[in-house]
């Protein structure tokens, strides 16, 4: 059975960089898929973020792609977001997912990232 | 990447059934039948309920369908439940180089 679970602050200063984690288990990374990152502010719907095979390749949203960053670490499994210049517009759970071609399944729990000074 | 239009809310007895549309454009779900629908109860993850236009996961009951016509994709719920009250989101692939736009979602209440 395939789990995702994200980590990382919940709490980030204004102009920093949010910086989350998503540890995958059950399936490894490197056998294949798209991993991806999905963000839902309070009260508000989903947007996606961006997605990233094992191998590097990395989709961003267009509108967010300038201050994002998707990397992968296969030797532990997991994946990364950073999202630079944060602004209160960042609040939002963040979500990660495995990615097959727009079929989110499954998602993690999410983690609740709050941007204030 | 424009948000595919969803209606704000639906409502339903108890054994009825509903639909919930999902307009996209010509470049997205007119042009791909990669089209799927999440349910989201408060406070938890969103779950895969359909997939590919009309595809149930494992697990998901048949009471959820899904359909596609033109730029339209659609989401019926047969025989509702209380345990169907939800928001539901759809999403549509947007074509090499990126992967997902989604519906504002759509907020579902039985009666």
């Known amino acids: 059975q395939v789990q995702l679970q994200e980590s990382g602050p919940g709490l980030v200063k204004p102009s920093e960089t949010l910086s989350l984690t998503c540890a995958v288990s059950?399936?490894?990374?490197?056998?294949?898929?798209?991993w991806g990152w999905i963000r839902q502010p309070p009260g508000k719907g989903l947007e996606w973020i961006g997605s990233?095979?094992?191998?590097?390749?990395?989709y961003y949203n267009p509108s967010l792609k300038s201050r994002v960053t998707i990397s992968v670490d296969t030797s532990k499994n997991q994946f990364s977001l950073k999202l630079s210049s944060v602004t209160a517009a960042d609040t939002a759970v963040y979500f990660c997912?495995?990615?097959?071609?727009?079929?989110?399944?499954?998602w993690g729990q999410g983690i609740l990232v709050t941007v204030s000074s | 990447q424009s948000a595919l239009t969803q209606p704000a809310s639906v409502s339903g007895s108890p054994g009825q059934s509903i639909t919930i549309s999902c307009t996209g454009t010509?470049?997205?779900?007119?042009?791909?039948?990669?089209v799927s629908w999440y349910q989201q109860h408060p406070g938890k993850a969103p779950k895969l309920i359909i997939y590919?236009?009309?595809k149930r996961p494992s697990g998901v009951s048949n009471r959820f369908s899904g359909s596609k016509s033109g730029n339209t994709a659609s989401l019926t719920i047969s025989g509702l439940q209380a345990e169907d009250e939800a928001d539901y989101y759809c999403?549509?692939?947007?074509?090499?180089?990126?992967?997902?736009?989604f519906g504002g979602g759509t907020k579902l209440t039985v009666l």
């Open positions: 059950g399936y490894s990374i490197s056998s294949g898929y798209y």
């Open positions: 999403c549509s692939y947007t074509g090499t180089g990126t992967s997902c736009v």
């Open positions: 010509s470049s997205d779900i007119g042009s791909y039948n990669l």
């Open positions: 997912a495995r990615d097959a071609t727009s079929r989110f399944d499954p």
């Open positions: 590919e236009v009309n």
């Open positions: 990233m095979y094992h191998s590097g390749t990395t």
